[in-house]
T-cell receptor, first 110, second 116 residues
């Protein structure tokens, strides 16, 4: 499975946008880019995923570089409730198991 | 009601004891997974199952076994618990991959296991 690299931690102010980067230089052509987050004392939850085009949903946006070697998860207006560990994960087109890295711990200041 | 439930939520046991952690889901998914999480680390896959007759080892299956009793139930056993199996254990489910399916994984609330 191809590997991802994320910063260990990031800080944001409440109600400001947050850009969480992920590098995946060894991504294969069929790998999807998935993002999950884990709120304190909870199991991970799905945030968004994409293949080549940028994606938007009610939680976030995913911007994928043209060469697909990096991507950015965008939270448009961070809230205190968005404080969590965010995981960027690559998955083949057959789905199945998730390989978690260390993720980025996002803290949000009031 | 939660879609993915885990029992027990907390368990303290002693070295050498047999422990079973149970997971049930009402999402009708074929695929189920067991992960463990150690403090400050991401989740690591222990076992996974793509249907009732299918069992696969993950990254760290040594010391664990599983049973897929039905589509909705997937149990994780520690035959003889040891202290380094102290961790947070998560069960997850997902639909089969295929056209129009995201194969999103849905996680349970976790079981905190302490082995003394």
């Amino acid at each position: 499975d191809a590997k991802t690299t994320q910063p260990n931690s990031m800080e944001s102010n409440e109600e400001e946008p947050v850009h969480l980067p992920c590098n995946h230089s060894t991504i294969s052509g069929t790998d999807y880019i998935h993002w999950y987050r884990q709120l304190p004392s909870q199991g991970p939850e799905y945030v968004i995923h994409g293949l080549t085009s940028n994606v938007n949903n009610r939680m976030a946006s995913l911007a994928i570089a043209e060469d697909r070697k990096s991507s950015t998860l965008i939270l448009h207006r961070a809230t205190l409730r968005d404080a969590a560990v965010y995981y960027c994960i690559l998955r083949g087109n057959q789905g199945g198991k998730l390989i978690f890295g260390q993720g980025t711990e996002l803290s949000v200041k009031p | 009601d939660a879609d993915v439930t885990q029992t027990p939520r907390n368990r303290i046991t002693k070295t050498g004891k047999r422990i079973m952690l149970e997971c049930s889901q009402t999402k009708g998914h074929d695929r189920m997974y067991w992960y463990r999480q150690d403090p400050g680390l991401g989740l690591r896959l222990i076992y996974y199952s793509f249907d009732v007759k299918d069992i696969n080892k993950g990254e760290i299956s040594d010391g664990y076994s599983v049973s897929r009793q039905a589509q909705a139930k997937f149990s994780l056993s520690l035959e003889s618990a040891i202290p380094n199996q102290t961790a947070l254990y998560f069960c997850a489910t997902s639909d089969s991959a295929g056209p129009g399916r995201t194969d999103t994984q849905y996680f349970g609330p976790g079981t905190r296991l302490t082995v003394l």
